[in-house]
Nanobody, 115 residues
Framework: QVHFVESGGGLVQPGGSLRLSCVIS????????LAWYRQSPLGQRELVAG???????NYLPSVKGRFTISRDNAKNTLYLQMNNLKPDDTAVYYC?????????WGQGTQVTVSS
């Protein structure tokens, strides 16, 4: 089995920053393209940023230039640096493989952007 565990969320004012982490564990895990997703209370789950095994990123247009996805394959850890946060970024953030496998969804980490 493979487990994805997110952390680093919190309450931040507009314009603030947070860094999310995702630790991947399990003997069956091999490095794959990974991604951060988010789901707001009234919205669908959406892909925020993805990254290949070699480190090439892609981003949702609304976060491009503000968010940076990165990974440390030696530590089986995925990161999301979020700068200049906006109220619309408020959501539960999840990590998963890029294809979003059902069995890999974790609890997520709540990000709330509010003054």
């Amino acid at each position: 089995q493979v487990h994805f565990v997110e952390s680093g969320g919190g309450l931040v004012q507009p314009g603030g920053s947070l860094r999310l982490s995702c630790v991947i564990s399990g003997r069956d895990y091999v490095p794959l393209p990974l991604a951060w997703y988010r789901q707001s209370p009234l919205g669908q789950r959406e892909l925020v940023a993805g990254i290949t095994t070699g480190g090439l990123p892609n981003y949702l247009p609304s976060v491009k230039g503000r968010f940076t996805i990165s990974r440390d394959n030696a530590k089986n850890t995925l990161y999301l640096q979020m700068n200049n946060l906006k109220p619309d970024d408020t959501a539960v953030y999840y990590c998963n493989v890029l294809s979003g496998r059902d069995e890999y969804w974790g609890q997520g980490t709540q990000v709330t952007v509010s003054s």
